[in-house]
């Protein structure tokens, strides 16, 4: 699982226009990427600003062997005896 994160920053008069703004346009399209397990927008005020965080959830290996060296390559590997 490949976890995401980017962080945006705006003055609080405009957070909720960029909210608005990144929940109808920017996630729904991230739902179509292949591998898309989920996302999440978090928003806190920070001083004089707020921080938006987008947190994109995705798997792009079909099954877990994908993330194993074959045992031919291990071998390759593994030093001399």
Known sequence: MIARVWHGY????H????????????L????????YHGSYLLRRE???E???IT???EC?????SALV???SLAQEQSPAR
Not at 15 to 26: F, G, I, V, W
Not at 60 to 64: E, L, M, N, V, Y
């Open 60 to 64: 792009r290996f079909t099954s877990t």
């Open 46 to 48: 920070i001083g004089a």
């Open 50 to 52: 707020v921080e938006f």
């Open 69 to 71: 060296p074959s045992p």
């Open 15 to 26: 957070a909720n226009a960029y909210e608005s703004m990144l929940k109808p346009e920017l």
């Open 55 to 57: 947190i994109t959830l």
């Open 10 to 13: 705006t003055k609080p008069e």
């Open 28 to 35: 729904p399209g991230i739902s179509k990427v292949k591998g």
